[in-house]
């Protein structure tokens, strides 16, 4: 069975940095899409960032573009999101997500990263930027 297990996530004041991370068990990570999302209270989950296998060109939303980097360190077989100049509008469970099928690319659909283009997600890490 596969799985996706997020960490790094916690409290932090405004300006600040957080690092998630993604580790994968029981499948590689290196031929896969992976991809955060977020969710706050009472919004739809909204796709934040993807990574694509192979060449590892990005996708970043507008809202975290020059503020978030995501990367990949197959040996470690972990995705990672270095989110920097953190906002208070960015608190919420970030959920990393794998495709299913190794197509090792990002899908975005009018600008926007889809949810249902992923089949694998882990649990959810919270990260809130409070004053």
């Known amino acids: 069975q596969v799985q996706l297990v997020e960490s790094g996530g916690g409290s932090v004041q405004p300006g600040g940095s957080l690092r998630l991370s993604c580790t994968a068990s029981?499948?590689?990570?290196?031929?896969?899409?992976i991809a955060w999302f977020r969710q706050a209270p009472g919004k739809e989950r909204e796709g934040v960032s993807c990574?694509?296998?192979?060449?590892?060109?990005?996708y970043y939303s507008d809202s975290v573009k020059g503020r978030f980097t995501i990367s990949r360190d197959n040996a470690k077989n972990t995705v990672y999101l270095q989110m920097n100049s953190l906002k208070e509008e960015d608190t919420a469970v970030y959920y990393c997500?794998?495709?299913?099928?190794?197509?090792?690319?990002?899908?975005?659909?009018?600008?926007?990263?889809?949810?249902?283009?992923?089949?694998?997600w882990g649990q959810g890490t919270q990260a809130t930027v409070s004053s």
């Open positions: 997500a794998s495709e299913v099928l190794p197509l090792g690319r990002c899908t975005v659909v009018a600008g926007l990263l889809s949810p249902r283009f992923f089949g694998y």
């Open positions: 029981r499948f590689t990570l290196d031929y896969y899409a």
């Open positions: 990574i694509n296998s192979g060449n590892n060109s990005t």
